[in-house]
């Protein structure tokens, strides 16, 4: 008789991933600033034992994930999270409205995938060969988002960085074209965030324009916590495998520090990880406050 111990292997664990974090650098953000840098590390740090994998998020530029990602390779920071992904949110030109009155930006949320052990290389090619290439105008001229917020400010009527980042939007072909070029191609992760989506087909808004943006992206977002399977059943009217994450939005300390995203992940902390998900939603994503529980039923050893 022969009796042999397996080793455990259970496959890919379930992770707390929190795509939409915004770092102090964003253009929007109530951190307080670049100051708080080192606060918002520390907040980081101090974030529930379950989240191993961030997206940290900078409207248009790269620069808050360039620093965090310094920090936990070079200052040994961040031990507790696996895994952090830069995500570029973008304010596109194609508008849902959310009653007669107000227009809404569509949100796109592009992650890329970055080789931590070539990042400053990674994070150079995105600013000076992605970056470089998008458009911002008006009728003060032209800029591209490699010049940085110093563009928006240029080009705004008061001179005012908010005041641009309101008012001056990249022009969606010009961003979804580059991204299709074969220097992007299996690294970049797409995501809409639904509420604003979801809005293009009220008001007579054109259908076909909500359904093109559904096919382009690979997942949506929502900061809401209610309604989930009501939001995936309306997603899949239009594309069949664009699952849907919940994350805050994350833009102040406050909502950091209470922290209650509820993705969970089965897959390993990487890029080829998160695009397991596209191809299977149903086990390889759970919405809820808990870890989803391990089958009863495993196998520790075999006799013959």
Not at 68 to 88: D, G, R, S, Y
Not at 182 to 195: A, C, E, P, R, S
Not at 222 to 244: C, M, R, W
Request: proline share 4%.
């Amino acid at each position: 008789m022969i009796s042999k111990t397996l080793k455990p292997n259970i496959g890919s664990e379930w992770r707390k991933w929190d795509l939409h974090v915004h770092s102090p650098l964003s253009i929007q953000q109530s951190y307080g600033g670049e100051k708080e840098l080192n606060s918002f590390i520390d907040a980081l740090e101090k974030l529930p034992e379950d989240v191993k994998v961030l997206g940290i998020n900078d409207y248009y530029f790269i620069d808050g994930f360039e620093n965090i990602l310094k920090a936990k390779l070079e200052n040994e920071k961040l031990n507790n999270i696996e895994k952090i992904f830069p995500v570029l949110e973008f304010k596109i030109d194609t508008f849902g409205s959310g009653n007669e009155n107000e227009l809404q930006k569509i949100n796109l949320h592009i992650l890329f995938d970055i080789d931590e052990t070539n990042y400053a290389n990674e994070i150079k090619a995105i600013k000076e060969e992605f970056l470089s290439q998008i458009l911002i105008k008006n009728g003060k001229g032209e800029k591209n988002l490699f010049q940085g917020k110093q563009g928006f400010i240029d080009l705004s009527d008061s001179g005012n960085l908010q005041d641009g980042f309101g008012n001056i939007i990249p022009n969606a072909i010009n961003v979804l074209g580059e991204l299709s070029k074969d220097k992007w191609k299996n690294k970049v992760f797409l995501f809409l965030g639904y509420k604003e989506w979801n809005n293009l087909q009220k008001n007579n808004q054109i259908k076909p324009i909500k359904e093109s943006l559904a096919k382009k992206i690979d997942a949506f977002f929502t900061a809401g916590d209610n309604k989930y399977a009501d939001k995936q059943e309306i997603i899949k009217q239009f594309v069949s495998n664009a699952p849907l994450l919940h994350s805050q939005d994350i833009h102040d300390f406050k909502l950091l520090k209470e922290h209650k995203c509820k993705t969970w992940i089965k897959a390993e902390p990487t890029f080829e990880g998160l695009k397991q998900i596209v191809y299977e939603p149903e086990t390889r994503i759970f919405i809820g406050e808990e870890k989803p529980r391990r089958p009863i039923n495993t196998i520790d050893t075999i006799t013959l």
